[in-house]
């Protein structure tokens, strides 16, 4: 361990700057409410320092002024002797020591820390302060809202002390949120885990169809050339405008029978047969509908990825499978999975027997539920989808289906157990328009 370092926790030579008990030191600076020390005060070379410094900048730029580039090889070339004078020392800075004994390399001084962020963590100081003298006049919150006063996600989880939101809670778009995400995993944030090693998180779906050529527009075309950017598309632009998503209570919603299928109302479906309930707090809970419930029938196994693994839309997500055979599903919307269902884990069958109550898959931020639910289906096109995709399944099985579904004859339960002759593979190529593994095996 460095010599010098050693020095300054021991609080020999470093006026107002002492760590105790191997707290971090941006524990000790009152930015992060708990974090102990496991590298021997090697800032230098801890990436955690690296990325709360880049968080703090994106919160707030140091006031002191920004030295300009290539000032430590000015500060050498000036002060050639080994005593070189400290830069908070030469600025008359309270408590700054006399010497630099870093060559001017501040990034790795815990001096720079203490001194150099002192506006910022006195910044921070003033609005906790102002925050919690406020809190007893503070008008109530609106039902559902869980940050009085924008307090950023960051402060609410009380990992800092002290941070408001200004960027209308969009995280995705935050470089506070980024630079504190890179510090809590100590560095980039990795996406997926074994699921999705498995199944190959590359697996887009085989048919590339235009959402809006699903529900029978003739003036639409029968493939997307935007990669499912819907808010990008002249053809959504003109045929839909721009869609929001409105969050509705966790509870049993009511559905209603398409051609059949239960559709429940007030959720939001990708083309893959998957549908997006908005909660609280932009959060979304995520399962498959009552079309995959009734095609693939009783489901013995599901394999989703652990909570904090990312998933990408239209990219195959999690796995359901039967009898051996292995369905991947396409995930709705780019985030992260914050749980997972552990009903639908210990017993797989409740996906198909009760896909909007108990057979939710998973809770996921979404990182831009904006823009991504632009190629979601609701209401009235969630219906003409149900209705083109039900007629393509008739097709499959035949003319003497095809009348027997025109007189209102009921759907069976488990499509693919009544007629195994259609075969797994094909059932999943044409509805959840992915390969299943079963398709690459050997």
């Not at 398409?258 to 549908?275: C, I, K, R, S």
């Not at 999975?337 to 198909?352: H, R, Y």
């Given at each position: 361990m460095n010599e010098n370092m050693t020095n300054h926790r021991e609080g020999g030579d470093l006026p107002g700057f002492k760590v105790?008990?191997?707290?971090?030191?941006?524990?000790?600076?009152?930015?992060?409410?708990?974090?102990?020390?496991?590298?021997?005060?090697?800032?230098?070379?801890?990436?955690?320092?690296?990325?709360?410094?880049a968080?703090?900048?994106?919160?707030?730029?140091?006031?002191?002024?920004?030295?300009?580039?290539?000032?430590?090889?000015?500060?050498?070339?000036?002060?050639?002797?080994?005593?070189?004078?400290?830069?908070?020392?030469?600025?008359?800075?309270?408590?700054?020591?006399e010497a630099c004994l870093r060559d001017y390399d501040c990034d790795s001084c815990p001096v720079e820390l203490a001194l150099g962020y002192e506006p910022l963590r006195q910044s921070i100081a003033a609005r906790r302060d102002e925050q919690q003298s406020g809190a007893a006049q503070a008008e109530e919150r609106p039902l559902g809202f869980p940050f009085p006063n924008h307090e950023c996600v960051w402060m609410k989880a009380g990992i800092i002390g002290m941070h408001l939101c200004d960027n209308d809670y969009d995280c995705y778009h935050c470089e506070f949120d980024r630079s504190m995400r890179a510090a809590m995993l100590e560095g980039p944030p990795k996406a997926g885990d074994a699921v999705l090693t498995a199944i190959g998180a590359a697996v887009e779906p085989v048919i590339r169809p235009c959402i809006y050529a699903l529900i029978g527009r003739t003036d639409a075309p029968p493939l997307c050339a935007s990669n499912y950017a819907c808010h990008e598309c002249p053809t959504h632009r003109a045929i839909a405008g721009e869609k929001t998503c409105k969050p509705r209570p966790i509870e049993r919603p009511a559905s209603r029978n398409?051609?059949?299928?239960?559709?429940?109302?007030?959720?939001?479906?990708?083309?893959?047969?998957?549908?997006v309930h908005v909660i609280h707090g932009g959060c979304v809970r995520v399962g498959v509908d009552g079309f995959v419930g009734k095609l693939l029938g009783p489901i013995d196994g599901v394999e989703i990825p652990a909570p904090g693994s990312d998933l990408e839309r239209t990219r195959a997500g999690w796995v359901l499978s039967r009898g051996?055979?292995?369905?991947?599903?396409?995930?709705?919307?780019?985030?992260?999975?914050?749980?997972?269902?552990?009903?639908?884990?210990?017993?797989?069958?409740?996906?198909?027997d009760d896909p909007y109550g108990d057979g939710w898959l998973f809770q996921m931020e979404p990182y831009d539920l904006k823009h991504e639910a632009q190629s979601l289906y609701s209401g009235a096109e969630a219906a003409l989808w149900i209705e083109h995709d039900a007629r393509?399944?008739?097709?499959?099985?035949?003319?003497?289906?095809?009348?027997?579904?025109?007189?209102?004859?009921?759907?069976?339960?488990?499509?693919?157990?009544?007629?195994?002759?259609?075969?797994?593979?094909?059932?999943?190529?044409?509805?959840?328009?992915?390969?299943?593994?079963?398709?690459?095996?050997?």
């Open positions: 105790l008990a191997d707290q971090c030191v941006w524990m000790k600076a009152g930015v992060v409410n708990f974090r102990t020390c496991d590298r021997g005060y090697d800032c230098f070379n801890c990436p955690f320092d690296r990325a709360m410094r968080a703090m900048d994106a919160q707030k730029p140091r006031s002191a002024g920004a030295r300009p580039l290539g000032w430590p090889a000015a500060m050498r070339s000036r002060y050639l002797g080994r005593q070189k004078p400290c830069v908070y020392f030469l600025d008359q800075r309270s408590g700054a020591p398409v051609t059949g299928y239960p559709v429940a109302d007030g959720y939001y479906y990708h083309f893959g047969h998957t549908w051996g055979h292995r369905a991947p599903v396409l995930c709705p919307l780019t985030g992260r999975i914050l749980a997972v269902n552990p009903k639908v884990v210990e017993a797989p069958a409740t996906v198909s393509e399944l008739v097709s499959m099985l035949g003319p003497g289906y095809e009348k027997l579904s025109a007189t209102g004859g009921e759907v069976v339960s488990d499509i693919y157990g009544h007629f195994p002759e259609l075969g797994w593979d094909p059932l999943v190529r044409t509805f959840l328009r992915t390969a299943g593994p079963d398709a690459h095996a050997g």
